[in-house]
């Protein structure tokens, strides 16, 4: 995300150390060293730089963008990276994920996703519905408590469900309750899934299901991914945020779409 006008002065002592960096630099190919300035020379220079973006501030505005569409490249790039080295994790089903639509499919989706997060509830049907319409379509789920408390609490629950063949059926409970998540609420919420909710309160407490939650919120940083929801479309694309059912439908038949994307 490109910053607006008003927050990239924010960056003001970062983009006159960039500035003052090349102005240095430029001159400095004239002589031996940068120690060769003398204490004159220095402060005159700054003077210059000082002077030149008060008559023209858009040279601070362009070394801002400039600097930012690097950190974005750069970014993308690790995220390839690691994209191809997490490939098998990525796809791979673990005891405390969810899956839907065909086992078998060509095509896998990978969702990072926090229960508490809205944007995260608005594509959760999208999704459903996909795995649903598209056989060639399987769509895996990694719950990653990045809210708070209340956030891990309910991961907790969901992936823990999985131990019941519960995952998704305690996922969507949970996602689209409208009450307070407690341990009671839980409890309750199970057994209107026909799960153990005694069972499931106990399970939460597995040191299995701690080092899950652990597992992927470390993977999701690894992608370079700072939100959710996040899906990885084949283990080599990364769409960042909420999407429609027509996007995602578009994205599967662009095979082209193969370089990881990342905001």
Known sequence: MILSPLKRYFYLPLSLTLLSGVAFTSLSAHAQNANSFSPEQRKEIVSIVRDA???DPTILEDAVVSAQK????????????????KKNVLNNVLPTDGIIGNP?????????????CPYCKKVLPELIQ???DDKNVKIIFKVVPILGKDSELQSRAIAAAARQNGYVLMMKAIMDSKEEITEDT????????KLDGDRLVQDMKAASVTQALEDNVKLLRD?????????????????????S???????????????????
Do not use: C, H, M, W
């Open 53 to 55: 973006l008060k008559k």
């Open 70 to 85: 690097a950190r974005i490249q750069q970014k993308a790039e690790s995220a390839t990276k690691t994209l191809a080295d």
């Open 104 to 116: 078998n499919a060509k095509n896998t989706i990978v969702e990072f996703f926090d229960p508490r």
């Open 130 to 132: 996909l795995a649903k």
């Open 186 to 193: 839980i409890k309750t919420i199970a057994k209107q899934q």
């Open 223 to 243: 992608l370079g991914i700072d939100g959710t929801p996040a899906l990885v479309i084949n283990a080599s694309k990364i769409i960042p945020g909420a999407v």
């Open 245 to 263: 059912y027509d996007t995602l439908k578009t994205i599967l038949k662009d095979k082209s779409a193969a370089p990881a994307e990342s905001n």
